[in-house]
């Protein structure tokens, strides 16, 4: 098992910056590939973004590509999510989740794991 916890949520204006984080603890956190997803109100959750194990590999949404960035410090058993240049269609609750398949997975099935979530706001 691997618990997880967000953080780092809140509300912001358009154009501006907010960092997720997401501790694991519990099995060993390494192993695993790591990915963020969201879910707007009355939409599916949708990938956002992943990482491989290791750090070396990530891959991103076509939205979010050249503002958003992953990144994890597996002594820290942390993967974060930095967001810049936010926009109001970014709103969403946004979900840390752990993968034992390939890093590059983007469906919501191939992760084992998930946090709780944490809501971004981001006002025009």
């Known amino acids: 098992q691997v618990q997880l916890v967000e953080s780092g949520g809140g509300l912001v204006q358009a154009g501006g910056s907010l960092r997720l984080s997401c501790v694991a603890s519990?099995?060993?956190?390494?192993?695993?590939?790591m990915g963020w997803f969201r879910q707007a109100p009355g939409k599916e959750r949708e990938f956002v973004t992943s990482?491989?194990?290791?750090?070396?590999?990530?891959s991103y949404a076509d939205s979010v590509k050249g503002r958003f960035s992953i990144s994890r410090d597996n002594a820290k058993n942390t993967v974060y999510l930095q967001m810049n240049r936010l926009k109001p269609e970014d709103t969403a609750v946004y979900y840390c989740?752990?993968?034992?398949?390939?890093?590059?997975?983007?469906?919501?099935?191939?992760?084992?794991?998930w946090g709780q979530g944490t809501q971004v706001t981001v006002s025009s």
């Open positions: 989740a752990a993968s034992g398949s390939n890093w590059y997975a983007v469906k919501t099935y191939d992760y084992d794991y």
């Open positions: 519990g099995h060993t956190f390494r192993p695993y590939n």
């Open positions: 990482i491989s194990w290791s750090g070396g590999s990530t």
